[in-house]
């Protein structure tokens, strides 16, 4: 039985978000663009929407990979387009989130500054930037940004990692 739940994440940049949980397996109908949540955090910023089926990832891997593959520790003056966040879809999904940070902020030792926030709306990017990742592996930006956040994780977490990432990663080592 599929127990699936969905979320949203704003870090870093929706190319690299995308990227990074469009690796991971168990996470399905991932969408880039831009999210709103609840006052005061009602501007639109970059961010990801999708499902996952906890059967197969666990929550709180969700959040430590979302954790370590953006700034989650550090303000910055594009805080605003960047925000550092998990957006909640249902109000029960607060307690388990907020549970996951603060064991997540004991194991890995850090003062994360990522909010929980209510989802709001949600923009679709356009289409020819959808998908950034898998459509242009060789692009500077994925070889820069995606791709070294992808090979962090093949430490840690390289089991929930799927077959066509790991190989695009190998074929630039």
Known sequence: MKNKIKIGLGGGCHWCTEGIFRSIKGIDNVQQGWISGEPPYHEFSEGIIFEFDQNIIPLNTVLEIHLLTHSSTSSHTLRTKYRSAIYIFKDSHYEPVAAGLRQLSINLNKDFITKIIKFKKFKLNKEEQLNYFFTRPQAPFCKTYIIPKLQMLLSSHRHFM????????????
């Open 162 to 173: 799927d077959s066509k990432s790991l190989k695009i990663i190998e074929d630039e080592k």
